[in-house]
């Protein structure tokens, strides 16, 4: 079982930026894709970023050059640097972890309210 905590999350004005964190309690970080994804509101979740086990990146359209996904193997921790932030970004941000194989699993954290508003 793998626990996911994520921090940094809360109220910004437009424009503004937000870093999000996301702890992982595993010993094999390195084998899971880590990834970003959001809930608005009356909208289903979709996926904001995510970074392979290898390092490959994918970001939804709407975040692409304002948005950055990285991951410190060493600290079990994903991140998520988040620029010129919009309204539209408001949603609760959730940390996903998924195995590289079947056996290691699909975990989901607690999610973190990020609020874009003047």
């Known amino acids: 079982q793998v626990q996911l905590v994520e921090s940094g999350g809360g109220l910004v004005q437009p424009g503004g930026s937000l870093r999000l964190s996301c702890a992982a309690s595993?010993?094999?970080?390195?084998?899971?894709?880590m990834g970003w994804y959001r809930q608005a509101p009356g909208k289903q979740r979709e996926m904001v970023a995510e970074?392979?086990?290898?390092?490959?990146?994918n970001y939804l359209d709407s975040v692409k050059g304002r948005f950055t996904i990285t991951r410190d193997n060493a600290k079990n921790t994903v991140y998520l640097q988040m620029n010129s932030l919009k309204p539209e970004d408001t949603a609760v941000y959730y940390c996903?972890?998924?195995?590289?194989?079947?056996?290691?699993?699909?975990?989901w954290g607690p999610g973190t309210q990020v609020t874009v508003s003047s």
């Open positions: 970074i392979t086990t290898i390092g490959n990146i």
């Open positions: 996903n972890a998924k195995g590289a194989l079947l056996v290691y699993g699909n975990y």
């Open positions: 595993t010993s094999i970080f390195s084998m899971y894709t």
